[in-house]
């Protein structure tokens, strides 16, 4: 009987230290994954950002394109339209400033 109480304290133990290892490989394996994540997070926020500049300087482009296309009446509508905006885009900056 105590032989056999003997053993069952080894096989638990035997157990218990191969479910620790395997939490620690687990655990580390976790890590490593997280980190992995993290990176590709990163690169991915990257690649997003280079996408809008892109995706910005191809509106610029066909901006430009149909301005030089355009008639000198069309340009001038144009000029107009721009100058309203940027007064408009002046007032709001002056109105956030005001604010603090």
Request: no cysteine; glycine share 0%; proline share 1%.
């Amino acid at each position: 009987m105590k032989q056999n109480l003997s053993d069952q304290i080894i096989s638990i133990r035997q157990k218990i230290a191969r479910l620790s290892d395997k939490y620690n490989e687990t655990k580390r394996t976790g890590e490593q994954l997280q980190l992995e994540n993290d990176a590709l997070e990163l690169r991915l926020a990257e690649k997003e950002e280079f996408i809008r500049q892109l995706e910005q300087q191809l509106k610029t482009m066909q901006v430009a394109k149909l301005i030089n296309n355009a008639s000198p009446d069309e340009v001038r509508k144009l000029k107009v339209k721009i100058n309203e905006y940027i007064r408009e885009i002046d007032k709001v900056i002056h109105q956030l400033k005001s604010e603090d």
